[in-house]
C-alpha cells in the first residue's frame, strides 16, 4: 500500500495507461493471429470445409469476447505498421508470419481500416472472410471494388476504409529498400576491405563504422530479408575471404533474429560474425587458396587463423567498442557441437551461443561458394541435406532446426523445375509450414526454355476451376549446369531492373 501513495495521481494514471496499451496490444496480436490463420485456411479450404468452420467458430468466439469487453474492434494499417484500437500491435519474431501476411492483404486491397460491429454475427464474419480471402479484385480500383462485393453480399457489420493515398505507396518503399539493401551489401565488403588495408598499415580500425553498418543491416533485415537472403546468392571468387565474410554476417543476424536474439544483441552478433575470419588475413595466399590437397604442414597454418583473428581483435585500438562475444567467435566458430574441430587447444565445456550461429552459417556459405581446392561446390539444396545429416555431431541441433526452418526446404535463390516446364528462382519461403514445399518465385524460362523476365507467383494459388494447386516444385536443378546466374537476379532488383535477355541456348537441363 506505501508503494501505491508513493506514487502521485499522474503517475497511476500514466502507470495505469501503459499497462491498458500493452494488455491491447497483446489482444490485438491474438486476434491478428487468429485472422491470419483463418484467412490461410479460407484461400485452401471450401466454404463448407470442417477446418474452415473450426478456425471461424474460434475467431468468431475471440470478437465476440473482444467486443463485449472493448465495445469496439478496429484494425487499421499505417506506415506498414499494424494498429487495434488505436494500440500498436508489437509482434515478435515466432509471430512476425502472422503480421506479414496480414500487412501484404491489406496493401493489396487498398484497405487501411477494418471495423467490426459489436452486432456482428458468425454469418457475416465467415461471408467476410471467404470475400477476402478469395475475391478476385481489379487491380487498377482493388479498395472500390471489395467494398462494392461487401456491399453485394449484404456485409453491413463489418466495415472497411481506404488506405491513406502515402501508405499505397507501400510497393515504392519495397523497391526502395531492395536498393538500400544492395548498397549496404557492398558498402560493407568495401568497408571490410578497408578494414584489412588499415590493419596492413597499423592504422585504427573504424569499429563505430562496422556498428552503424550492423545497424542498418538489421533494419534492412527487418523490413526484408528474403532479399537480404538473396544477396547472399553473390559469390566473389577473387575476394572470397571479403564476400564470406559479409554473407555470414547477414546469415548470422538473420539466424539469430529468428532465435529470439534482440535489437542490441543482433548487431554484437552481426559485428562478431563481419571479423569472424580477420586471422585469415595472416594466412599466406599460396595456402588460402591452393588447388590441391593440404599438407599437414599447411593445414597447421590454416588452424591458427582462429587465434590469430582473436589476438587481432585484442589488440585493436578501439577494442572497447568492439562485443568482447567477437573474441568468441573468432576462436570458436571452427569448433563443432560434439567440441571436436579446431583450435584443437582450446579446451571449453561448451560453446558461445553467438559461435554456434557462426558456425553453421560459415559453413554453408563456404560449402555453396567455388573454391579453387574444393572439387565439388554444393548447391544450397544439397548444402543444406548434409548439414542436417550432421546434427548434434557437427551443429547444434537446435540452432540447426531454427536455421533449416530460416532457409527453407528450397531456400532462397535455389532454381527449380515446375510442373509446368517452367523454371524458376526461389525469392520468399513460405512463413507456414504446412506449406515449406511452397515458396514464392520467379519465373525464368517458359516451358518452353526460352529465358523470360517473368513475375512473381506464390505456389500456394489454385486454380479456380479444379481447386488445385496451379504451380508444383519437381525437383532443384543445380545452376552449374545452367546458363543463369542466380546472383544477376537479386542485383537487378536491387536495381530495380529486370533481366530479360535471351540465353543463347534453352535454359532447360537434365538434373
Excluded at 534492412?220 to 566473389?236: A, C, Q, R, S, Y
Excluded at 557437427?394 to 515446375?418: H, Q, S, W, Y
Aim: hydrophobic share 40%.
Amino acid at each position: 500500500m506505501s508503494e501505491i501513495l508513493d506514487h502521485s495521481p499522474s503517475e497511476l494514471q500514466e502507470a495505469y495507461q501503459d499497462e491498458k496499451q500493452k494488455t491491447l496490444s497483446k489482444i490485438g496480436e491474438q486476434l491478428l493471429i487468429r485472422i491470419s490463420s483463418t484467412l490461410k485456411t479460407a484461400q485452401v479450404f471450401e466454404p463448407n470445409n470442417i477446418t474452415l468452420i473450426q478456425q471461424l467458430n474460434i475467431l468468431y468466439a475471440s470478437l465476440e469476447g473482444i467486443l463485449a469487453k472493448e465495445a469496439e474492434a478496429v484494425i487499421q494499417i499505417t506506415k506498414n505498421t499494424l494498429f487495434f484500437n488505436s494500440v500498436r500491435i508489437k509482434f515478435d519474431f515466432s509471430t512476425f508470419a502472422h503480421f506479414k501476411l496480414m500487412r501484404e492483404e491489406f496493401n493489396a486491397k487498398q484497405i487501411g481500416t477494418v471495423n467490426f460491429d459489436p452486432a456482428l454475427d458468425k454469418e457475416q464474419l465467415k461471408e467476410f472472410i471467404i470475400l477476402f480471402a478469395k475475391a478476385r479484385l481489379d487491380k487498377r480500383r482493388p479498395f472500390e471494388d471489395f467494398q462494392a462485393k461487401l456491399r453485394n453480399a449484404g456485409i453491413n457489420l463489418i466495415s472497411v476504409e481506404k488506405m491513406h493515398p502515402f501508405d499505397m505507396g507501400s510497393g515504392i518503399q519495397v523497391e526502395s529498400v531492395k536498393k538500400e539493401a544492395k548498397k549496404v551489401f557492398f558498402k560493407s565488403i568495401s568497408h571490410l576491405k578497408d578494414v584489412f588495408e588499415r590493419d596492413k598499415q597499423n592504422k585504427r580500425i573504424r569499429i563505430k563504422t562496422t556498428r552503424r553498418l550492423m545497424q542498418t543491416i538489421v533494419n534492412i533485415i527487418v523490413d526484408n530479408e528474403p532479399f537480404m537472403l538473396g544477396l547472399t546468392n553473390l559469390k566473389n571468387y577473387d575476394e572470397y575471404t571479403l564476400n564470406h565474410s559479409i554473407n555470414v554476417c547477414v546469415l548470422s543476424i538473420c539466424l539469430g533474429r529468428r532465435l529470439g536474439l534482440d535489437r542490441k544483441e543482433l548487431i554484437e552478433l552481426g559485428i562478431a560474425a563481419f571479423f569472424h575470419d580477420i586471422g585469415k588475413l595472416e594466412i599466406p595466399e599460396e595456402i588460402l587458396n591452393k588447388p590441391g590437397k593440404l599438407t599437414a604442414e599447411e593445414r597447421a597454418v590454416i588452424e591458427k587463423h582462429p587465434y590469430l583473428g582473436a589476438g587481432k581483435l585484442i589488440h585493436l585500438r578501439d577494442f572497447g567498442n568492439l562485443p568482447v562475444k567477437a573474441l568468441y567467435v573468432a576462436l570458436e566458430h571452427h569448433l563443432k557441437a560434439d567440441l571436436t574441430g579446431y583450435p584443437r587447444a582450446w579446451k571449453k565445456d561448451s560453446i558461445d551461443v553467438y559461435s554456434r550461429i557462426v558456425e553453421i552459417c560459415d559453413f554453408f556459405d563456404a560449402v555453396t561458394t567455388k573454391r579453387p581446392y574444393r572439387k565439388k561446390t554444393f548447391t544450397r539444396y544439397e548444402a543444406l541435406q548434409m548439414m542436417l545429416e550432421k546434427t548434434g555431431e557437427e551443429f547444434d541441433p537446435l540452432i540447426l532446426k531454427v536455421f533449416a526452418n530460416m532457409i527453407g526446404a528450397f531456400p532462397i535463390g535455389t532454381i527449380v523445375m515446375l510442373n509446368t516446364d517452367e523454371l524458376a528462382i526461389v525469392v520468399e519461403n513460405n512463413p507456414d509450414m504446412k506449406y515449406k514445399l511452397r515458396p514464392k518465385v520467379k519465373l525464368i524460362a517458359d516451358a518452353q526454355g526460352n529465358k523470360i523476365a517473368g513475375r512473381t507467383v506464390d505456389l500456394t494459388d489454385l486454380d479456380d476451376a479444379t481447386n488445385n494447386f496451379i504451380r508444383s516444385i519437381v525437383r532443384p536443378i543445380d545452376p552449374e549446369v545452367t546458363d543463369i546466374n542466380v546472383a544477376d537476379y537479386f542485383l537487378s532488383e536491387g536495381e530495380g531492373r529486370v533481366i530479360a535477355s535471351p540465353p543463347s541456348s534453352p535454359a532447360h537441363t537434365q538434373s
